[in-house]
């Protein structure tokens, strides 16, 4: 017994990990079935200690499947919409084609878990969850507990985030620009604008020149407003990319509506799901990506109070961009919508 999956994206950087995640969580599968472009047809992924042969995606692919897992960017997303729908197959997708679309929910299941069944309900379903922005995932699990306990008044957020963002080819180009540096030879960047090794610069999605914004910065107001159900937060973002391989940190300044001391926030936070409190004040040690890459949950230490403004704490946040922030969140969308039940994560 068992679905029969689709990973649209199974070459790339999240597509990988949707296997890893499906495994880990033992997803009943009957069939799996690895799709991506016509370049990466023929080529073999490894699902459960057996080869599996990836194919070309088509309208056809699919017939037959349960659900889908979409990481292959927003033209292949909406290309394919309809194919998919139609075959009654539920679209989870981790672009952001469809994230703002009335109709179709915005999901992080330890918030709103109940919005994923709403993409399947029999009249206005539309067949579509949307995963939402990485940074805003791995925000809003440490910060809706906090908010909802004393309610976010405005949050100013500075993310440093990895190269997994931009692709598995920004990965490659990491590591490969971090050699040629270190060679003292010449490197020109081909997938970021700027050379990344030893570098960092703010986030190269579309800047929206009427706001003065970089889009990305723009989706975590948008999108945390939707996933809150609630419009109140102010939100000010700075998105910068940093040389790390694949988890993002965020420095989160949020002034509340009511007091909230930093032990109620910290006695939160440790029993919040998806939440590991990560500090030794004595050692000055904090959640690092390399303590949090490959990890489940998101990581939260240095709590305090922010001595310029009453009512108000900082917090250091980090997450696994290509788990909690793109594959995982999506397969526990998947759980939610056709299990009903959440798989404990097995790798917190
Ligand atoms: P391929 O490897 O064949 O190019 P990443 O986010 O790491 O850049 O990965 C993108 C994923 O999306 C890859 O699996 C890639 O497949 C896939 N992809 C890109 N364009 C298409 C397309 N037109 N049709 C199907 N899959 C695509």
Redesign the pocket.
Known sequence: MGLNVAI????????VEFMQVLERRRFPIKELRL??????AGSKLAFNGQQHT?Q??TAESFKGCDLALF???S??SK?YREACVKAGCLMVDNSSAFRMEDGVPLVVPEINPGEAVKALQKNGGKGVIANPNCVTIIALVALAPLHKEAGIRRLVAATYQASSGA???AMVELQEGTRAFLDNKPFTPKVLPWPYAFNLFPHNSPWMEDKGYCEEEMKLLKESHKILGDTSPRITATCVRVPILRSHSEALNVEFVKPLSVARAYEILRQAPGVTVLEDRSKNRWPMPMDVSGKDNVYVGRIRADHSNPNTLDLWVVGDQLLKGAALNAVQCAEVALLGKLAPNANP
Do not use: D, M, N
């Open positions: 649209v994206g199974a070459t790339g950087a999240v597509g799709l991506a472009s016509k370049r990466s990836v070309e995606l990481s292959a960017g033209s292949v290309q692709g598995h080819a």
